[in-house]
Antibody, heavy 122, light 110 residues
């Protein structure tokens, strides 16, 4: 079974750093992209960025460029989303999702991780 | 990259059909046949319902169908059931390995 399992909920203070994870299993981790998606409280989905673990090619939405860092460790089939200095406005649920190689001429996000709640409060 | 535009809400009675629109630009929806749709129930992760404009993943009922004309894509749910009440999001490829989501539509079954 193809699965993405994310790390647990986090409560942090403004200015702190954080790295959350997304572990893939049941498929070839290095031949699919992994995207990160933000959902702020009561709001919609926002595409943040995407990484190809095979060669670490990474793309960001202009809205998130410079605000977060996406990385992956293919040896442990895990992708990461990282902040150096959290703000209260980073409070949200963060999802990871798998995307096929763009060379396959197909685009979809499936499956999704269960989500990681990040709460930033003083 | 601005969010794709969806109606805030649509509603229908059981058995009826509802259609959700998703309007983008000639740089995303209009440029590629890579529109996908996601269903999200409260407190749950999104679920893929339609991809590449019209394709249905295994296990998704054929009551769900997708289409596209110009810069606007649409999701139609036929034979509405109570379990279809959820939020729905469209998503389009926007070039250079990036994507953009729609603003989301709440479907209410009356």
């Amino acid at each position: 079974e193809v699965q993405l399992v994310q790390s647990g909920a986090e409560v942090k203070k403004p200015g702190e750093s954080l790295k959350i994870s997304c572990k893939g299993s049941g498929y070839s981790f290095t031949t699919f992209w992994i995207a990160w998606v933000r959902q702020m409280p009561g709001e919609g989905l926002e595409w943040m960025g995407i990484i190809y673990p095979g060669d670490s090619d990474t793309r960001y939405s202009p809205s998130f460029q410079g605000q977060v860092t996406i990385s992956a460790d293919k040896s442990i089939t895990t992708a990461y989303l990282q902040w150096n200095s959290l703000k209260a406005s980073d409070t949200a649920i963060y999802y990871c999702a798998r995307h096929p190689r763009y060379s396959t001429s197909s685009s979809s996000f499936d499956p999704w991780g269960q989500g990681t709640q990040v709460t930033v409060s003083s | 990259q601005s969010a794709l535009t969806q109606p805030r809400s649509v509603s229908g009675s059981p058995g009826q059909s509802v259609t959700i629109s998703c309007t983008g630009t000639s740089s995303d929806v209009g440029a590629y046949n890579y529109v996908s749709w996601y269903q999200q129930h409260p407190g749950k992760a999104p679920k893929l319902m339609i991809y590449d404009v019209t394709k249905r993943p295994s296990g998704v009922p054929d009551r769900f169908s997708g289409s596209k004309s110009g810069n606007t894509a649409s999701l139609t749910i036929s034979g509405l059931l109570g379990e279809d009440e959820a939020d729905y999001y469209c998503c389009s490829y926007a070039g250079t390995f990036t994507s953009v989501f729609g603003s989301g539509t709440k479907v209410t079954v009356l």
